[in-house]
C-alpha cells in the first residue's frame, strides 16, 4: 500500500532577474559557493515528496527527503506496520541506514524521528478503524466486497466451523434462531446453516450494506439486516438460541466516532447478546466468539466486557485445522463440570499457544483434557494434528537443547586443549 511519489522541485517562471527555485538554483548556488571558496563543487541532492497511500486510498505526506533515502524509508516503515500488525518477516536496516534515515526526518519531516512516524502511522491506522455507517459503506463497494469475500473464504470457513465447535451446548428445537453477529458478506452464516443438525435458520447483521446485499444475493442466511454492534441490537428479547460471531468483536476495541470508550463499546454488545438470548438457557452456554487481536491485553478486555454483564466465559487459543496460525476464542468456562483428573491438578497454560505470563488463555488440547463437553465435541483430526503440533515442537526444542549441549561440549574441549 506504500509508495512514493515523484515532486520534483518546482522551476516556475519568475520576474526579470530574479533566481529560479529548484534542484538547479541548488547546484548554481554551492557551485558559486564552491568557486568562492576554492573547494571543488558538489551537486545538490535531487528531493523528492514522499506520501503513503492508507487503505482508504487517502494520502499521508511524510515529508520531502533526498531521493537516495526513499527506499530506506519505505523500508522503515514497512517494519513498523509489520510490527504493529505482528505479521510477515521483520524488516530492518543496518545501524548506519537506520541513523540515515532518523538524520532524514528530523532534518526534513515535522515527524521528527522514528519514534515519531511509528507514532503518526498508529494514528492514522486507528482514525481508519473508527468504525461508522457512512465511513464502512464509502470503503466497502461491490467490488472490494466480492475481493474481500474470495480472500477470506477459506480462513472463515475453519474458523467459523470451530466457533460452532466450541459451543458447549448445540440448539436443541429445530425453529431455534441462530444470531451470526458481524456476518460480513455472509461467509461464517453460510457454515452455520450447513453444519446446524436440526436445520435452524442464522440472521445475520452487519454494518456495510455492501456485505449485507452480497449475503442476500448468495442465500448465506435466512435474513441479513444492518446493525451497528456498538449500539443496541435491533431484535427482541429471547430470540436466538445461539450467539456466533467471526473475526468481528475486536473492532471494538477501538473507540467510537462518538466518543465512547472500547469498554462502552463492548458493554452493549455483551448487554445486548444477553438480552436476545432464549431465557431458560445458560446464557455462557449460548455464546461463542472468535477474534483478532494484537495482545493478550486486548484479548483480557473483551472477556472482562463479558464477565461484567454476567456472561461466565474464558478466553481459548486454538489453530484452525492445517494453519500455522493462532486465533482468540471467547467461549464458556462452566459448560461442564472439570473431570476429576482435571480437578486434582493445578490449571496449566500451554507455552506453545500463549505465553504463561499473560495468565489469560490455554489452548483447545488442555481445554478438552480439562472439561468434557456436554453437547459439542471436537473432531478427532482436529486433536490429532493439535496434539501433533505439540509434538512436533517438543521435538524441535530438544533439537535444540542437544545442539547446543553439543556445542557447549566441543567448547569446553576446545578451552581445556589451549
Not at 532518523?102 to 481508519?128: K, P, V, Y
Not at 441490537?233 to 462518538?258: M, N
Not at 454483564?309 to 462452566?334: H, K, N, V
Request: a neutral charge.
Amino acid at each position: 500500500d506504500f509508495r512514493s511519489r515523484s515532486e520534483n522541485l518546482a522551476k516556475r517562471p519568475r520576474a526579470d532577474g530574479e533566481a529560479t527555485v529548484g534542484a538547479e538554483a541548488l547546484v548554481d548556488v554551492e557551485d558559486h559557493a564552491a568557486a568562492d571558496t576554492g573547494a571543488p563543487a558538489v551537486a545538490a541532492e535531487r528531493m523528492r515528496v514522499l506520501t503513503i497511500r492508507l487503505s482508504d486510498r487517502s494520502e499521508r505526506t511524510i515529508g520531502t527527503f533526498p531521493t537516495r533515502l526513499h527506499s530506506d524509508i519505505r523500508t522503515v516503515i514497512l517494519g513498523l506496520r509489520r510490527g504493529m500488525r505482528q505479521k510477515g518477516r521483520p524488516v530492518t536496516l543496518d545501524g548506519s541506514r537506520t541513523a540515515a534515515v532518523e538524520e532524514a526526518l528530523r532534518d526534513f519531516s515535522q515527524l521528527g524521528s522514528i519514534e515519531g512516524l511509528r507514532e503518526a502511522i498508529t494514528r492514522w491506522t486507528q482514525e481508519l478503524l473508527v468504525a461508522s455507517a457512512a465511513g464502512l459503506n464509502s470503503y466497502y463497494d461491490a467490488a472490494r466486497t466480492e475481493l474481500y469475500t474470495q480472500h477470506n473464504a477459506i480462513a472463515q470457513t475453519a474458523l467459523s466451523k470451530r466457533v460452532w465447535q466450541l459451543q458447549p451446548e448445540l440448539p436443541t428445537v429445530c425453529a431455534d434462531l441462530l444470531l451470526d453477529v458481524g456476518c460480513g458478506s455472509g461467509l461464517s452464516s453460510a457454515i452455520f446453516e450447513k453444519v446446524a443438525p436440526l436445520s435452524n435458520r442464522v440472521i445475520g447483521c452487519d454494518l456495510s450494506m455492501a456485505m449485507i446485499a452480497h449475503a442476500r444475493r448468495v442465500g448465506a442466511a435466512f435474513d441479513v439486516v444492518q446493525a451497528d454492534i456498538s449500539l443496541p441490537l435491533p431484535f427482541r428479547d429471547a430470540s436466538f438460541a445461539s450467539a456466533l460471531s467471526v473475526s468481528t468483536v475486536q473492532h471494538l476495541l477501538q473507540p467510537g466516532a462518538d466518543g465512547r470508550s472500547a469498554s462502552e463499546r463492548l458493554a452493549v454488545l455483551f448487554s445486548s447478546l444477553k438480552r436476545t438470548v432464549m431465557p431458560g438457557r445458560a446464557v455462557s452456554r449460548c455464546i461463542s466468539v472468535q477474534f483478532h487481536v494484537d495482545s493478550a491485553a486486548d484479548a483480557q478486555t473483551i472477556r472482562e466486557a463479558c464477565l461484567a454483564q454476567g456472561i461466565e466465559c474464558g478466553l481459548l487459543m486454538d489453530q484452525p485445522y492445517g494453519s500455522d496460525s493462532r486465533r482468540w476464542f471467547l467461549t464458556s468456562r462452566a459448560a461442564a463440570e472439570p473431570t476429576a483428573a482435571a480437578a486434582a491438578r493445578p490449571p496449566r497454560l500451554c507455552k506453545l499457544y500463549c505465553d504463561s505470563s499473560d495468565g489469560c488463555a490455554t489452548c483447545v488440547l488442555e481445554q478438552h483434557a480439562a472439561m468434557t463437553f456436554s453437547a459439542s465435541t471436537l473432531p478427532t483430526e482436529h486433536l490429532e494434528w493439535v496434539t501433533g503440533e505439540h509434538l512436533r515442537a517438543a521435538h524441535r526444542w530438544v533439537r535444540a537443547c542437544s545442539f547446543f549441549r553439543s556445542f557447549a561440549l566441543g567448547a569446553a574441549r576446545w578451552v581445556m586443549t589451549i
